[in-house]
Nanobody
């Protein structure tokens, strides 16, 4: 069974930090790029692309909205594990965060409003709430 499982979401105060973790299994995610997207409350059927890391573990991309605050990394040692370090969190970062893979038409630049079929694989999401 193909699975992406996220964890690490929590309630945090503005300015705080979190680490999100995604573990992939069932397919060879080690050879695939891995991404994070998020869906803010009320955003319907669109997600905001946040970050992508290539299989080499060194090539990374960030959305303009999180550049300099979020950091993506991965560990391909066993099952693929992808991390997203969230720093200097703002209330606008409140969203459900999803781990994804298998981008059909990658647009890893600037701003990308993702639709469900833009990625083949999706996790179930982990909630990040930034509030005082």
């Amino acid at each position: 069974e193909v699975q992406l499982v996220e964890s690490g979401g929590d309630l945090v105060q503005p300015g705080g930090s979190l680490r999100l973790v995604c573990t992939g299994s069932g397919v060879t995610f080690n050879s695939r790029s891995m991404s994070w997207v998020r869906q803010a409350p009320g955003n319907g059927l669109e997600w905001e692309w946040i970050s992508t890391i290539y299989s080499d573990g060194a090539t990374t991309f960030y959305a303009d909205s999180v550049k300099g605050r979020f950091t993506i990394s991965r560990d391909n040692t066993k099952d693929t594990t992808v991390y997203l370090d969230l720093n200097s969190l703002e209330t606008e970062d409140t969203a459900m965060y999803y781990c994804t893979s298998g981008a059909r038409y990658p647009r890893f630049r600037g701003t990308w409003n993702v639709r469900r079929d833009d990625f083949i694989y999706w996790g179930q999401g982990t909630q990040v709430t930034v509030s005082s």
